[in-house]
C-alpha cells in the first residue's frame, strides 16, 4: 500500500490550493479516506472523510464552507480543495486510508504534503 500526497506550498491568506493523494497497491475504490493535518507543535486533526463511493463526504467544523473532498476512483486518487485559506490552515497535511465501512481508523497513512498560508 502506498499513499502519496502533493500539491501543497506556500498560498496567501484568502487563496486556494487543491491537495492530490495518489493511491496504490490496494484497491481503492473499495475504502473510505481521509485527510488529517498536523500544525507546528499541535496533534493530529481530523480534516474531511469520503465514503468508498465518493458520495458521502464529511467535514471537520472548522474547514466546512471552505474545503471539498472528492475522490476519482478510475485514477485512484483522493483529493482535497482547499479555498479560502487562513493562517489557521497551515499544517502537513496527510490522507490516509479508513475501512471498508467507514474511517473510525487508520492503517495507511502518506507522507504528507506541507501547506504554508502567509502573506
Known amino acids: 500500500v502506498q499513499l502519496v500526497e502533493s500539491g501543497g506550498g506556500l498560498v496567501q491568506p484568502g487563496g486556494s490550493l487543491r491537495l492530490s493523494c495518489a493511491a496504490s497497491?490496494?484497491?481503492?475504490?473499495?475504502?473510505?479516506m481521509s485527510w488529517v493535518r498536523q500544525a507546528p507543535g499541535k496533534g493530529l486533526e481530523w480534516v474531511s472523510d469520503?465514503?468508498?463511493?465518493?458520495?458521502?463526504?464529511y467535514y471537520a467544523d472548522s474547514v466546512k464552507g471552505r474545503f471539498t473532498i472528492s475522490r476519482d476512483n478510475a485514477k485512484n486518487t483522493l483529493y482535497l480543495q482547499m479555498n479560502s485559506l487562513t493562517p489557521q490552515d497551515a499544517a502537513m497535511y496527510y490522507c490516509?486510508?479508513?475501512?471498508?465501512?467507514?474511517?473510525?481508523?487508520?492503517?495507511?497513512w502518506g507522507q504528507g504534503t506541507q501547506v504554508t498560508v502567509s502573506s
Open positions: 469520503i465514503n468508498s463511493g465518493g458520495g458521502s463526504t
Open positions: 497497491g490496494f484497491t481503492f475504490s473499495s475504502y473510505y
Open positions: 490516509a486510508r479508513g475501512g471498508p465501512t467507514g474511517a473510525t481508523m487508520y492503517d495507511y
